[in-house]
Every structure is written in structure tokens, then in C-alpha cells.
């Protein structure tokens, strides 16, 4: 790289971004999501950690073979066989690179039980191995930032000398603060021999809040790899947010004057799309990416704004592709309208997709006033989540609610054959949720039903998220509709639809399937 002040930018959306308690995505949702990581300028996608499982060995391959311009990367522990089954997975890239990390701070180092000289010779022997198969190869002394300093200046000079081009520097549990991100850089690049051969990387955790200031307190000292992931998706409080530092850089390049190669006007369809895959909705407030980040409702601010944007706006909307072109969309616009709103919103559609989303857009413009951009965004993520090849389609429901007691009457269609029953419940969608138990009897359990207006008034659309649990296996729901109960029942039998994938998968026979449907 030529350019010093050039920020490479490492996803793991796909890696640490998954590893959120209920964000499994779908094989084909993770080709969607790289696909548009290769696309929007992502330097390296960590696509996963190939031998955590079969479906994650698959998918790196997969994103492998299908990248066309990043780097793709591959997680592996210290030991040798991880190393093999991630160099299998990432070789058919273009651009491959193995990533191998170990815990090196006092606490990590007892988990392996490894003394300080053994883990090392560990690292010595990993790092060689992994260099030997490619020679793209970056190490992390996991939990670097709670690790004594004379010992990771050891392990890192082991790790360049070995063969690693990058060092990752972690803060896994989100427990420094920028002054510390950017003295630690500082203090490695100074004092380890080789330091100035190889990028060094910061991969910061958000426990704190302080995730997006230690990245860039860490490029500040001369860190030159930023890991990250879409929406700040990741464990427990997540990890950096790409859209945060990469557009602070951007709007803040006065005083952070680093590039990245990122096509920022890709932001929002991609974390739209990661929000709807990963079922994590993004709260309203969140920097770049929020509902409200460009909204301005009080007095003061309409009126700063309307005699300059720039009162009250440091960025465009249209910097992060959000739409500026109001297409005001009703019960009158046709196909042309509707696809070059959706273009405007970052959804391409082919026209088997648009005949699709028309249909239903018609559909809902009848039942309701203004048709709003975040409409359209539900219509197209409840089109791509509820499609006519599902095993279980919801055809008709009828509810009674009130003080004298709630029932449901539903019918599907399973697997091509009608059925209908009446349940009652303890509300009107436990109700519902028993009638699909009693056509589908399963034993998954639902961990988290989740009801979000996407506009005001009172016939808004409501999205709902349904999360469930079946043998360790989670999956997700989503669907949109002006009826929240209706779209309960849709987010809810398409949980089930994702877990009759995920069971077929696994081998679980279709013998089970059926049985349970009968
Ligand atoms: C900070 C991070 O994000 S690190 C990445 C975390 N991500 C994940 O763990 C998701 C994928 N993980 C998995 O699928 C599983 O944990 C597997 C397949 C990797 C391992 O599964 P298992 O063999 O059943 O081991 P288990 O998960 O119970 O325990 C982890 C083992 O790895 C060892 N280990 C953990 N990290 C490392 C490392 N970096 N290098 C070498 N060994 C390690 C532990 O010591 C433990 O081995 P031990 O029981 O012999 O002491
Ligand atoms: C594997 C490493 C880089 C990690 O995810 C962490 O330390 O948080």
C-alpha cells in the first residue's frame, strides 16, 4: 500500500458480527451480505470461522469463490487443524488470507493452560504454519489490551518474524478508552523489532460505548486496519460500527485525514439488509444509520435547516444513500416510479421482483394513506422473507379479540396441502401462534417477539421479529404488515420455514418434518 494515510477496512460482519446471540444468518444470506461488502469497497471480509461448523466451512468457501475484489479471510485458533480447515475454505479466493489468534493476557493464557514460553512456541509454530499455505496471514493476541506489555512485544515480534503481514491488536472485552487504544499502538510500533513491516489492525468491542473513538484513537498512533462490522453488529455490545469510522473519516478529514475505499452511498442498503438478515433492528437514535439521524422535529432545528441544511446537518443524507429524490409514491404510481424509488433506496430488483413487491405495494397504497420510504424498505424485506417456495404459507386468518375472550381461525397451506383450525389464547397472537402450533406442531422455543411501527399514525405498518430456539439452532422471522397480528403470524411461520431449512441441513431427515407436520 502507497498511500499511508490509507484505513484498510476489515469487515467480520459475517464472523464476529454472527457470533451475536440470535444473528445466525442463512447460507444464501451470507453470500447476499459479502456480495455487497465486495461491492460497496470492503478491503477484506472475514467471512467466518470454517471449522466451527459445516454451514460456516461452506460459506467462506462459497464467498471465496464469488468475491470479486476483497481480500477474504478466514478465522482460525492456534492449532494446526484449524489452520487447515480455514486455508481449505479461503484458498479459492482471488485475494485469500488465514487470520489465527490466541488469548495472550493472564486470563486468556489459562484457558489453554499455557505457560508463557509454551504458548510462544505455539504462536512461533502456528504463525510458520499458517504462512507456509498463505502468504497472507494476520495474527491477534486475543485480549491484547489486558495483556502485560513486555509479553505482547514478545509475541507480537514472534508473530512478524514468523510471517504474519498483519497484527491485530484486540480490545475483545471493550475495556480500554482512546488515550490507552492509541499509547498501546504506539508503544508496539515503537518498541517491536519489524513493527514497521507489517499493518497493524485495532478490532475494539463496544462494551464501554467507546468502541468507534479507540479504532480511530488507534489509526491516530499509526494503526492502519480497521476492524468493524455493519450496524455495529457483534458480541455482547457489539463491535466498532464500519459506518461510524468510516464516516467520521470522511465528514472529520480535517483532523483525521486517512482514506478508506469504501462507497459510502452503499451504507444504508447494506445495513438495512443486515438488520432485516440478522434480526436486530437498529435503534432510531443510532449514529449515521438511525431512522432519526437526519430528522429534524423541533421548531428551532426545521427552521436552522430550511435557511441552511448545514445548521444542523454535518453530512448528506445522500452521502450514506439515503434517498433525497422525493418520489412521492401512492395508489397512482406505477412500475417505472416504483423502481426507480427502490433504486433510490438501494434495492436493485429484477423484474420477476418487481412484478412481486408491485403487487403487493398496490396492495397496501389501497389500504393506506402515504405510502413512506420505510414502507417500501418493509415491503421488499417482507417479499424477500415470505416467498410462494415456502414449506408453510399463512392463506387466511380470522381473529375475534375483545373482553370476552380472543380465537383464531387460520388456514395454510403445508407443503402444498390445506388445512385450517381454531385455537383460543391468551391474547389474540398467542391465539394465532397456537393455531400454527396445532397445523405445525414443533418444539422450538420463541426467545423474542418484537413489534416496531415503521411509520406514524395509527395505519402504520408494523414489522415484527420473531427469534426462535430449537437444539441449539436459532432463527428468525420478519414480516410487515398494516395488521400487526397478520404480520405476526407471517414473522412467526417464517421462523418455522428458516428452521425446516436449517433442520434439513443438519440431516435432519424430512421423515421428522413430516411427521411433525402431521
Ligand atoms: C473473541 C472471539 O470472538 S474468539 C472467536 C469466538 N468464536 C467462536 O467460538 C465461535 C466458533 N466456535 C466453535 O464453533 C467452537 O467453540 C469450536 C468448534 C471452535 C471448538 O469447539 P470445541 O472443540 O467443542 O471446544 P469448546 O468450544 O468447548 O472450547 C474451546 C477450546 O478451544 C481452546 N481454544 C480457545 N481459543 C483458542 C485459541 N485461540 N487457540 C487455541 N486453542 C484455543 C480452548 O482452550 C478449548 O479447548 P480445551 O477444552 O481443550 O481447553
Ligand atoms: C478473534 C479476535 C480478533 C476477536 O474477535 C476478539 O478478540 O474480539
Not at 470461522?49 to 468475491?67: L, M, T, Y
Amino acid at each position: 500500500m502507497t498511500d499511508k494515510n490509507r484505513v484498510v477496512i476489515f469487515d467480520t460482519t459475517l464472523r464476529d458480527g454472527e457470533q451475536s446471540p440470535g444473528a445466525t444468518m442463512s447460507h444464501a444470506e451470507k453470500l447476499e451480505i459479502a456480495q455487497m461488502l465486495d461491492e460497496m469497497g470492503v478491503d477484506i471480509i472475514e467471512a467466518g470461522f470454517p471449522i466451527a461448523s459445516e454451514g460456516d466451512f461452506a460459506a467462506v468457501s462459497e464467498i471465496a469463490k464469488q468475491a470479486q475484489n476483497s481480500v477474504i479471510c478466514g478465522l482460525a485458533r492456534a492449532q494446526i487443524p484449524d489452520i487447515d480447515r480455514c486455508w481449505e475454505a479461503v484458498k479459492h479466493a482471488r485475494r485469500p488470507r488465514i487470520h489465527t489468534f490466541i488469548g495472550t493476557s493472564p486470563l486468556h493464557r489459562a484457558i489453554p493452560n499455557l505457560d508463557m514460553d509454551q504458548m510462544a512456541e505455539r504462536i512461533e509454530q502456528t504463525v510458520t504454519h499458517a504462512r507456509n499455505l498463505c502468504d497472507n496471514v494476520q495474527w491477534s493476541p486475543m485480549d491484547a489490551t489486558r495483556t502485560e506489555h513486555d509479553y505482547l512485544c514478545r509475541v507480537v515480534e514472534i508473530a512478524i518474524k514468523a510471517g504474519a503481514t498483519t497484527i491485530n491488536i484486540p480490545d475483545t472485552v471493550g475495556y480500554t478508552a482512546p488515550r490507552e487504544s492509541a499509547a498501546l499502538i504506539a508503544m508496539l510500533l515503537e518498541r517491536v523489532p519489524g513493527a514497521d513491516e507489517v499493518i497493524f489492525a485495532t478490532h475494539c468491542h463496544n462494551d464501554l460505548g467507546m468502541a468507534t473513538a479507540n479504532s480511530l484513537a488507534a489509526v491516530e498512533a499509526g494503526a492502519r486496519q480497521i476492524e468493524c462490522t455493519i450496524n455495529g453488529l457483534g458480541e455482547r455490545a457489539g463491535n466498532t460500527a464500519l459506518e461510524e469510522v468510516v464516516m467520521a473519516m470522511k465528514v472529520r478529514h480535517d483532523i483525521m485525514p486517512f482514506t478508506t475505499g469504501i462507497d459510502t452511498t452503499k451504507i444504508m442498503a447494506i445495513s438495512r439488509r443486515v438488520a432485516q438478515v440478522s434480526g436486530f433492528v437498529v435503534q432510531p437514535n443510532k449514529a449515521i444509520v438511525g431512522k432519526n439521524a437526519f430528522l429534524h422535529e423541533s421548531g428551532i432545528h426545521q427552521d436552522g435547516v430550511l435557511k441552511n441544511v448545514e445548521t444542523f446537518e454535518i453530512m448528506r443524507p445522500a452521502d450514506i444513500g439515503l434517498n433525497e429524490n422525493n418520489i412521492a409514491m401512492g395508489k397512482h404510481s406505477g412500475r417505472a416510479a416504483l423502481r426507480a424509488k427502490l433504486a433510490d433506496l438501494g434495492f436493485e430488483v429484477g423484474d420477476n421482483q418487481l412484478k412481486d413487491i408491485f403487487v403487493r405495494f398496490k396492495a397496501l397504497a389501497d389500504r393506506k394513506k402515504e405510502v413512506y420510504d420505510e414502507d417500501i424498505v418493509a415491503l421488499v424485506q417482507d417479499a424477500s422473507a415470505n416467498t410462494e417456495d415456502d414449506h408453510l404459507q399463512v392463506k387466511h386468518l380470522r381473529v375475534v379479540c375483545g373482553s370476552d375472550g380472543q380465537s383464531a381461525d387460520l388456514t395454510m397451506v403445508v407443503d402444498g396441502e390445506e388445512r385450517t383450525v381454531h385455537a383460543t389464547g391468551d391474547g389474540p397472537v398467542d391465539a394465532c401462534f397456537n393455531a400454527v402450533k396445532q397445523i405445525f406442531p414443533h418444539n422450538a422455543r420463541l426467545k423474542l417477539y418484537q413489534v416496531h411501527a415503521v411509520t406514524e399514525g395509527t395505519d402504520a405498518q408494523a414489522t415484527v421479529s420473531v427469534r426462535m430456539e430449537e437444539d441449539g439452532r436459532i432463527v428468525n422471522g420478519q414480516a410487515a404488515d398494516t395488521d400487526t397480528i397478520l404480520a405476526s403470524v407471517k414473522a412467526y411461520v417464517g421462523a418455522l420455514n428458516h428452521l425446516i431449512v436449517r433442520r434439513q441441513r443438519a440431516g435432519k431427515d424430512d421423515k421428522q418434518i413430516s411427521m411433525y407436520s402431521h
